[in-house]
C-alpha cells in the first residue's frame, strides 16, 4: 500500500477540453499504457484550479498551502494484473507559481512542472459564479467561465463524468519505462455548461508544436467542477515494458 506524498484541497476546476488527432499524443503515451477514449474520441484539456490547504507528507510548507496550477493533460489507461483497468492522466505541462513545488515536482514525480506568475479571480453571485486563471508566459495567458451557481452531482455516461473520473497519473521516463501514482478523491459535483468562456492560451510556445493548433480551435466543452480533499499517493515505477516506441527506437 502506498503512503502519502500529499494532501490538499483542489477547489473550482476550470476544465477546457479539445478532441485531437490521438497520433499527436502517442509521443507522450507512457509505456504501458494506451490512450483512454471516450466515445471512440480522444480528448486533451487545459484545467486550472487552486491548491488550498496544501500538506507535504503531513507537514504544512510555509508560503506555499494556497497557490494556483494550470495543467494541459490527456488521459490513458494501464491495465493492472490484479484490479484490471485503471484510469489516469498524462501531464503535458503543470504552470506553478512557486519555484520549489516546481524543484520537488519535477525531482519525486519527474513531471514537467514550470514556474510562472499567476493570479485567479473568483467572483459570485446569488445566480453566477465567474472564475479565471491567468498565468504569464512572456504576456499573459487565461482561461475563464462563468456558469450558473448551481452544482450538481455527476450524471453516469456524461462527457464530464470521463474528464473528471480519472484517479491516477502517469509518467513517462523513457522509451520503455513509466511510474504511477494514485489520486484519491470522491467524486465531485459540476456546475451547468458556461454560459460564456474565454480561453487566451498561447498553445505552441507553451506546449509544444503538435498543439499550436489550439489556439484557434474551438473546444468540445468548456465546465467548471467544485473539486474536494483530495489524496496524493507516493509513485511508483511500472513494471518495464517493450513499447513500440522503445521497439522502433532500437531499429
Not at 507535504?56 to 483497468?85: A, C, Q, T
Not at 504552470?95 to 467572483?123: C, D, G, Q, S
Not at 474565454?198 to 473546444?219: K, Q
Not at 489524496?231 to 522503445?246: I, N, Y
Request: charged residues 20%; hydrophobic residues 40%; contains cysteine.
Amino acid at each position: 500500500m502506498a503512503g502519502t506524498f500529499l494532501t490538499a484541497e483542489w477547489k473550482k476546476l476550470l476544465m477546457a477540453n479539445y478532441v485531437v488527432d490521438p497520433a499527436i499524443l502517442q509521443p507522450h503515451v507512457p509505456a504501458g499504457t494506451e490512450l483512454d477514449l471516450w466515445q471512440g474520441r480522444c480528448y486533451v484539456s487545459v484545467v486550472g484550479f487552486m491548491f488550498v490547504n496544501t500538506r507535504l507528507r503531513g507537514f504544512r510548507i510555509p508560503f506555499h498551502s494556497n497557490f494556483e496550477e494550470v495543467n494541459l493533460r490527456f488521459y490513458v489507461r494501464y491495465k493492472h494484473p490484479v484490479d484490471g483497468w485503471r484510469r489516469g492522466v498524462v501531464f503535458i505541462k503543470e504552470i506553478v507559481p512557486k519555484p520549489a513545488l516546481t524543484f520537488v515536482a519535477n525531482t519525486i514525480y519527474r513531471e514537467n512542472y514550470e514556474t510562472m506568475p499567476m493570479v485567479h479571480r473568483w467572483e459570485q453571485t446569488d445566480d453566477t459564479l465567474t472564475v479565471e486563471y491567468r498565468w504569464r508566459h512572456k504576456e499573459w495567458n487565461s482561461i475563464s467561465l462563468t456558469t450558473a451557481n448551481t452544482p450538481a452531482p455527476l450524471q453516469p455516461g456524461t462527457e464530464e463524468e470521463f474528464i473528471t473520473e480519472h484517479y491516477w497519473g502517469y509518467t513517462r521516463i523513457g522509451a520503455a519505462r513509466s511510474t504511477e501514482y494514485g489520486v484519491e478523491h470522491p467524486a465531485w459535483l459540476v456546475y451547468p455548461p458556461a454560459t460564456q468562456y474565454g480561453i487566451n492560451v498561447d498553445f505552441g510556445p507553451l506546449y509544444g508544436p503538435e498543439f499550436a493548433h489550439l489556439a484557434n480551435a474551438t473546444p468540445a466543452s468548456v465546465f467548471l467542477a467544485e473539486g474536494s480533499q483530495i489524496v496524493v499517493k507516493e509513485g511508483r515505477k511500472l513494471p518495464q515494458s517493450q513499447s513500440k516506441s522503445a521497439l522502433l527506437a532500437q531499429v
